[in-house]
């Protein structure tokens, strides 16, 4: 099994990304088209909550970072059967981690700015993985599953007793509000104007937008723990002792055990992803667990091939992930059905054109994998 790629982690992969970048806009602009009741509910799941609460979109994040761990075990499992050095395992690690990073401050950090002042150091979900991948990396590498699951617990003990007990000029002390949480002030006062989104005003100050509440410095305990999660199921998933009805029954079990832990505990900590709460990072570490045993029923065990399509997406997630920072594929889709605008009105073009960017992108990541074409970190 551990020389072997995991093919329902593809398809999960794929299924998480084709989601994001293309089954939510269709979904979107198909409720604008048709006015269904049942589609509009279905469409106000593809939108992140204000604040508290959870929505299906809020999955995305947990989910890609989740997957991220559950690779780990697989991937230096071989690099010890080769018999590789630990200074080749790091290379790999520190390599990965630059790579992610630097490529999450393409996404959001304005890097391709070459404009040292105006980028953003911390502000992408590559970078949380990068995070999480680094610290769950060398946990996996050089210490045993108990100690993992106690540094897990702890990190989210960590992180709800700073939020809980700590208080500095009126943030903190167990508000968990946008505009008085403790992790709020601690990226503003460490990241300053290099927070995402912040500017700073003629005076010299640094202005924080109201509508921006993600946090990152804090919540990285989480980010951690979120990988690491995903990092534990890949460990259960190599375990050749077990069979993969009993992989499938422990991944879904431990799942809803976290589902309900996390929504317990959301009662005093509050279900926030803005803020990446332990509360949070329970349920969302207990939905991707579940999903995990799903996909593993289906695709490894059971080998269905229904779902096989998927991977041409989770096989070039790299890609997927920064195509649209460079290129609108629903706007080029929409260079080519332009001449539908004057037989339709604007709602049903706008859903054309997200079929038609569905389409290009499926064909062009078909064609790459046919070519053995991958973008790596």
């Known amino acids: 099994m551990e020389n072997k790629r995991l093919k329902s982690l593809d398809v999960l ?42 929505r299906v ?82 946990m996996f590498l050089h210490t045993k599953p108990k100690t993992q699951i106690i540094t897990a617990i702890g990190l989210t003990l960590a992180y709800w007793a700073a939020m809980m007990f700590i208080s500095v000029d009126g943030w903190g002390g167990g508000d968990f509000t946008p505009d008085g949480n403790l992790a709020e002030w601690i990226d503003r006062t460490v990241m300053g104007g290099s927070r995402h989104y912040a500017q700073r005003s003629p005076e010299g100050g640094v202005v924080f937008p109201e509508w921006y509440r993600y946090t990152w410095i804090l919540s990285s305990l989480n980010f951690i723990v979120t990988v690491m999660s995903g990092m534990f199921a890949g460990e259960v998933l190599i375990d050749k002792k077990r069979n993969g009805n009993q992989k499938t029954l422990f991944l879904i079990v431990l799942g809803a055990i976290l589902i309900v832990a996390g929504l317990l505990w959301g009662l005093q900590m509050p279900v926030v992803k803005k803020i990446w ?97 991958f973008l790596k970190a």
Not at 302 to 315: A, E, I, S, Y
């Open 277 to 373: 709460t332990s509360s949070m990072t329970l349920l969302s570490s207990g939905i991707s667990f579940m999903l995990m045993g799903a996909f593993y029923w289906m695709v490894d065990v059971r080998q269905w091939k229904f779902l096989d399509w998927l991977t041409v997406f989770g096989m070039n997630s790299i890609f997927v992930y920064m195509l649209p920072q460079f290129v609108s594929i629903t706007d080029v889709a929409g260079s080519f059905i332009y001449g539908l605008q004057n037989y339709m009105p604007e709602p049903g073009f706008l859903l054309c054109k997200e079929i038609g960017g569905f389409i290009l992108l499926y064909l062009l990541l078909k064609l790459m994998k046919s070519k053995g074409i």
């Open 57 to 138: 979109w809020d999955q995305i994040m947990p989910l890609f970072m989740f997957m991220a761990g559950t690779s780990i075990p697989f991937a230096f499992t071989k690099y010890r059967n080769e018999n590789r050095s630990n200074r080749q395992i790091y290379w790999r690690i520190g390599k990965r981690f630059a790579i992610l990073w630097i490529l999450g401050m393409i996404c959001q950090g304005n890097l391709l700015t070459l404009k040292p002042g105006e980028w953003k150091w911390y502000s992408n979900t590559l970078q949380t993985i990068a995070v999480g991948y680094l610290a769950s990396s060398i």
């Open 13 to 54: 992969r794929g299924f998480d990304l084709f989601l994001l970048f293309c089954l939510g806009g269709i979904i979107a602009k198909g409720a604008d088209a048709f006015q269904w009741p049942w589609l509009t509910c279905l469409a106000e799941q593809c939108g992140h909550v204000d604040w508290e609460g959870y």
